[in-house]
């Protein structure tokens, strides 16, 4: 089975604009979930998508948001860029099914200047 | 999810067995002890989760203490290219949110 796929791998972008991150997750899975890195606060968790309904949410202001697809794609944006938000974002694939393991993509290191 | 607690780095020799121990003294009966890893900026991978048996797989092996208040990964021979960050996770899973501490960045030293 091919992997969890994100796209772009690198992106760079200026204070205030808005950024689209993809993540395909593994053939099968249905639930998606997306993870910021930051040397500051480590590995966080942003939120959780289910067959397309968001399930769980972390502690993220409203400028980070999801969405899934029918095909359990997830797209993630983030609007009105800041310095901060420069990161390493993640995203994980699994069934869905409570104790099921997650499977990480190779992440999108998003540059804001 | 349970607080886990890990040693902020180690090393170990090359060929050599590789014990990264975990403590998660708050642990509930219906948590599991996941670990991961992360190479350098690379997506965390998977290497191995228990609830409470040992278990073992192609990677590494998983000690979980009779009280499950701590656990320890074992990779038997460990290898330059298992130099990393290891992260202990004790979750539930429901709602597949982890929560990751800082991890043990384990050195393998040539």
């Known amino acids: 089975k091919a992997g969890v796929t994100q796209t772009p791998r690198y992106l760079i972008k200026t204070r205030g604009q808005q950024v689209t991150l993809s993540c395909s997750p593994i053939s099968g899975h249905r639930s998606v979930s997306w993870y910021q890195q930051t040397p500051g606060q480590g590995l966080q968790f942003l939120f959780e998508?289910?067959?397309?309904?968001?399930?769980n949410k972390g502690n993220f202001p409203g400028r980070f948001s999801g969405r899934q697809f029918s095909n359990s794609r997830s797209e993630m944006n983030v609007s009105t860029l800041e310095l901060g938000d420069s990161a390493l974002y993640l995203c994980?694939?699994?069934?869905?099914?409570?104790?099921?393991?997650?499977?990480f993509g190779p992440g999108t290191r998003l540059t804001v200047l | 999810d349970a607080k886990t607690t890990q040693p902020p780095s180690m090393d170990c020799a090359e060929g050599r067995a590789a014990n990264l121990p975990c403590n998660h003294s708050t642990i509930s009966g219906n948590e599991y002890v996941y670990w991961y890893r992360q190479i350098h900026s690379q997506g965390p991978q998977y290497i191995i989760h228990g609830l409470k048996n040992n278990e073992t797989n192609e990677m590494a092996s998983l000690i979980i203490t009779e009280d499950r208040k701590s656990s320890t990964l074992i990779l038997p021979h460990a290898t330059l290219r298992d130099t990393a960050v290891y992260y202990c996770i004790a979750t539930r899973n429901t709602g597949n949110q982890f929560y990751f501490g800082t991890g043990t960045s384990l050195t393998v030293i040539p």
């Open positions: 994980a694939s699994s069934s869905g099914t409570s104790g099921d393991t997650q499977y």
């Open positions: 998508y289910f067959s397309e309904t968001q399930r």
